[in-house]
């Protein structure tokens, strides 16, 4: 095995041990005595290289230069026989470790742990690593400055990890991780057994967790290590703890809260912030939209709790409470208590609770806010007493602490991560194995899950009322379904309270708690079809900032937690309001549309990584925008939103998008005679062909071709360019290259440097396509150095790719991966990621062909397909999932790679020859391999005739050909088979 693929494993800390670790295979070393293993240790922490008198200083100082000098060459010459070959690198001046091994030393990962303010997790795993002080219970003889510098850094290092566990100890006390504090005061009161606040501490922790046989256990051994160390007995606080445990055992603390109904999913967060507030404030409010699961996570807190507070945990409902004078009563039912002699409840409440120590929850109660004082009062009169209220709308009390609940994490747009990496899935998951007696969801299924989570942006009720759903309907058409109707999610729950059985009871009672001006914000509100700023709500709806803040500490409308300035209303809950509007249109639709457009139209067609950011978030606001002025022909609208609109798509990779967005626009304006329509067209017919639709886009070109006037110079060169690459898909190759020749003769004498750009790009691609290499590299070389000269670095891209792709073509390896990294750069760069995906392509065929490592090519096809699905790419998708193929056979899973060779042929357009033709030379290739030699024979033969092959796979197949000891018998006429 390779020196570089060694690591050695190191500690430091405790009985110090060197490990050769190779693969999963770990042996210890037999190292020298102890200078020699003392010199190795020294290296470790050192910066660097180490001078030969340094070490001669620290381990010889009684020694003559002579004497010195020849024992540290022994004991040199020992180090380097136990370790694995050129591990040290020694010299006449200096001594250090190589950089051909990797070095894995405990303390520097302690040391790497510890920095800035390290979270509990990683003190977890500083903890784990520190087995003992640093070299513990190793001596080197007759070394006293060696002996020095090991005090020196075990003292050091002691401290460090204390104070570490300071700031770790009160951070975990604060946000309640009791089980973590446990193990961390274990830790520390090992290290420092003499410390009685660590031990005070661990049994308060331990009290709290409800183990007071452990926590006994720990003030036993408490009182016999302070017997032993300071001949002590534990302090007066220490004792009184222990007799409240004695006590607490005989009298446990009352717990008077439901059972969890549901698993807790993704809360932790929550949890602990919720906790620190309650550290603070003796008032949280926990507010939010309803079916956020406000009431889980105050019960979940309640049962993690449940030993924390002396005098008990209770949960009072008041989910039916209409009156503020009915409040105490029902508090004093969930308390146990009972009227007597002539005193009021409230009386009898306020003495009860001045003595407690008590956690108190009050669920539901947004219609008793007028008992608000009352809760106030009790607060005063119980300094022990804490209280969480769930509520759709913060009391309004001063010492109040408002916490918004938030609903559970879900995928963006376009990803399909699997279901468990975020919380929403990781709910629908828990509910799918509770209510739906089908099997499990599979990888298959991630898109669909990811999609109805997004439909319902993580609302734990509707996921619950959605699992109930998939009992009597395939995930996919309950998907299809909820799209269409907010009716779908509907469920009859004997046991739950009525709003919660289905989403439109649940909004309609949200509904009726609103006063008339909060439901009129809402209904202005509702215009916004995604995200906006304050800025836009006061200039959309003419709301004041104060009117929307008050929604927004309701949770009716929400922060976006990844576009810090943005705010947003939950989808279903928009779909709802949107629903009262008696008219078919919003009143204010008209004034959206004018303000997002006339925004967009100040863009540059040249946009900017900086502006993607500012439009993508707007982008459904955009949508709902242009649609509304393709249905009322607001021409000069669209005509100055229309390049920067088209771009944006474009630049950012959203094809399929854009296409449907321009497509619905078309059909809304198709019986129309306008000059922008043409343009409309040709815009529709770029973001098609990206797309991968080539005969749709096709039919859009000539039809803007057929609108645009002979004057309209920028318009038919535009469109020329986009029908040019069209035929050069559609492998009509002759078609392709008149029109593109055209478009540069046309531009360059016209000087429209853009247009003159995109058809030299377009032509070197139908020239390297069609094999004319020797005319392609100086259309690049032209055509790069015109982009350097006006600053076009998306021109730079498309350059680099086809310079690659040249190189490729001509077996110029070395120039080959130099011009695609120069692609990824432009990519990162501009936001481009089209040159990102075209990049990842050309490196996974230029692996492929010069007969690089599988893995490799896997990857590199792998992340070409991710771009190309999320940008709706299919006839790059295809081409990717080729090369994947290919890898996938050569490393032997002939059945996978069959599947992904089946799947990218299934899914590509008919129409799309050249990818086509691309897949089943490497079909035939795969053939070969595998010994069905006729078979290849005829694959390859049908492509190298075919007359929509492109250049570079004619010559594989041609290639291929004269490698196979067979001549092909099939027609050209009919594709051979190509599956199994």
């Known amino acids: 095995m390779a020196a570089s693929t060694l690591r050695l494993r190191v500690r430091l800390l405790g009985w110090p041990q060197v490990f050769l670790v190779e693969g999963d295979e770990e042996r210890p070393l037999d190292l020298p005595g102890n200078k020699p293993q003392a010199i190795l240790y020294y290296l470790l922490m050192a910066p660097g290289p180490v001078s030969r008198d340094t070490l001669m200083w620290l381990f010889w100082p009684e020694s003559d230069m002579h004497r010195a000098r020849t024992s540290l060459r022994n004991a040199l010459y020992q180090l380097q026989k136990s370790l694995p070959p050129e591990a040290l690198e020694v010299n006449r001046q200096s001594v250090a470790l190589s950089s051909r091994y990797r070095w894995e030393v405990d303390v520097r990962q302690v040391q790497d742990l510890l920095q800035d ?25 007759d070394a006293p400055e060696f002996a020095h510098w090991q005090t020196s850094m075990a003292q050091q290092l002691r401290v460090q990890m204390l104070e570490a566990l300071d700031r770790g100890l009160r951070d975990g006390l604060a946000r309640g991780r009791w089980r973590d504090v446990e193990a961390l005061l274990r830790f520390a009161v090992a290290l420092e057994p003499w410390r009685e606040d660590f031990y005070y501490t661990l049994i308060q922790v331990l009290m709290w ?52 109904p549901l698993p807790l999913i993704d809360r932790e967060e929550d949890l602990e912030a919720l906790c620190a507030l309650l550290q603070e404030y003796r008032l949280v409010t926990l507010v939010g939209p309803n079916g956020v699961g406000k009431t889980m996570l105050a019960l979940a807190f309640a049962h993690h709790h449940r030993h924390r507070f002396a005098d008990g945990v209770y949960f009072v409902s008041l989910e039916d409470v209409r009156d503020a004078d009915a409040v105490p009563a029902v508090v004093a039912m969930g308390l146990g208590l009972t009227s007597e002699g002539d005193a009021s409840l409230q009386q009898i409440l306020t003495a009860h609770l001045s003595s407690r120590e008590m956690l108190l929850i009050l669920d539901n109660m ?34 109040e602490r408002v916490y918004t609940v938030r609903p559970l994490s879900y995928p963006s747009e376009y990803q399909a991560p699997p279901p468990e990496t975020y919380g929403a899935g990781r709910l629908l998951l828990a509910l799918w194995k509770r209510f739906v007696p089908a099997p499990e969801p599979g990888p298959e299924d991630a898109g669909a899950i990811a999609q109805l989570c997004r439909l319902l942006e993580g609302l734990p009720l509707a996921l619950e009322l959605a699992a109930m759903q998939l009992r009597h309907r395939p995930l996919a058409r309950l998907v299809a379904d909820l799209e269409r109707d907010l009716d779908v999610l509907q469920a009859a729950w004997p046991q739950a309270p009525a709003r919660h059985r289905s989403l439109r009871t649940l909004f309609e009672h949200l509904w009726a708690s609103l006063i008339a001006d909060e439901q009129a914000a809402l209904l202005q509100l509702s215009v916004f079809a995604g995200p906006f700023t304050l800025e836009e709500a006061q200039e959309v709806t003419g709301l004041s900032s104060v009117e929307v803040h008050r929604l927004v500490t309701r949770g ?49 067609e040249e946009l900017s990584p900086a502006d993607l950011q500012r439009l993508y978030p707007r982008r459904r606001n955009l949508e709902a925008a242009w649609l509304w002025a393709a249905r009322h022909r607001a021409w000069a609208l669209l005509e100055q939103a229309l390049d920067p609109w088209q771009a944006f798509f474009e630049v950012q990779g959203l094809y399929a998008e854009g296409a449907r967005v321009f497509a619905e626009a078309l059909r809304l304006l198709a019986q129309e005679d306008h000059p922008l329509l043409g343009h409309l067209y040709a815009r529709g017919a770029a973001l098609s062909f990206r797309h991968g639709h080539l005969r749709e886009a096709l039919r859009l070109a000539q039809e803007a071709l057929g609108r645009l006037p002979e004057d309209d110079l920028d318009g038919r060169l535009f469109t020329q360019n986009v029908l040019g690459v069209i035929y050069l898909h559609l492998g009509e190759f002759p078609q392709a290259m008149a029109v593109l020749e055209e478009v540069v003769r046309r531009s360059q004498a016209a000087g429209r440097t853009y247009e003159h750009i995109k058809g030299l790009i377009n032509l070197s691609s139908a020239y390297l396509r069609t094999g004319r290499y020797r005319e392609v590299r100086p259309l690049l070389e032209q055509g790069l150095a015109l982009c350097q000269q006006v600053g076009d670095r998306p021109g730079e891209g498309f350059f680099h790719l086809h310079l690659g792709n040249l190189a490729l073509l001509e077996q110029r390896w070395d120039e080959v991966e130099p011009h695609l990294r120069a692609a990824l750069a432009v990519a990162q760069e501009t936001g481009w990621r089209h040159f990102e995906m075209h990049a990842w392509v050309g490196l996974a065929a230029a692996w492929a062909l010069q007969n690089g490592p599988s893995k490799d090519i896997a990857e590199a096809a792998r992340r070409a397909v991710d771009l190309a699905r999320e940008m709706g790419d299919g006839v790059t998708e295809a081409r990717a999932l080729g090369w994947l193929a290919w890898a996938q056979h050569r490393e032997g899973d002939h059945a996978t790679a069959w599947r992904t060779l089946t799947q990218a042929l299934d899914d590509l357009e008919e129409e799309a020859k050249p990818t086509r033709m691309h897949l089943m030379a490497i079909a035939a290739y795969m053939w070969a391999l595998q010994g069905a030699v006729d078979r290849a024979a005829a694959l390859a033969h049908y492509v190298a005739q075919h007359p929509a092959t492109e250049a570079p796979t004619r010559e594989r197949a041609r290639m291929l050909l004269a490698m196979l000891p067979v001549s092909p018998s099939s027609s050209t006429d009919e594709p051979p088979p190509v599956w199994p």
Request: with cysteine; aromatic share 10%.
């Open 556 to 604: 009716l409308v929400q922060p976006v937690l990844d576009w810090p300035q943005g705010f947003h209303l939950h989808r279903v809950l928009r779909t709802y309001i949107r629903e009262k509007w008696p008219e078919a249109e919003h009143p204010r639709a008209a004034r959206h549309a004018h303000v997002f457009l006339t925004w967009l139209g100040r863009f540059p």
């Open 366 to 399: 947004e219609h008793a806010r007028g008992a608000a004082p009352l809760l106030a009062a009790w607060l005063r009169a119980s300094p022990g007493l804490r209280v969480v209220v769930t509520s759709q709308e913060p009391l309004g009390l001063r010492h």
């Open 209 to 260: 967790q409800g183990k007071y046989t452990a926590a006994l256990k720990v003030y036993q051994q408490c009182c016999a290590r302070l017997q032993e160390e300071w001949q002590a007995d534990p302090g007066p606080e220490l004792e009184a703890l222990v007799a409240h445990i004695h006590h607490r055992r005989r009298h446990p603390p009352a717990f008077r809260v439901p059972d969890l």
């Open 117 to 141: 303010s390290p979270t509990l997790d990683r003190l977890r795993q500083a903890v784990a690593l520190y087995r003992g002080d640093f070299l513990e219970g190793f001596h080197v003889a």
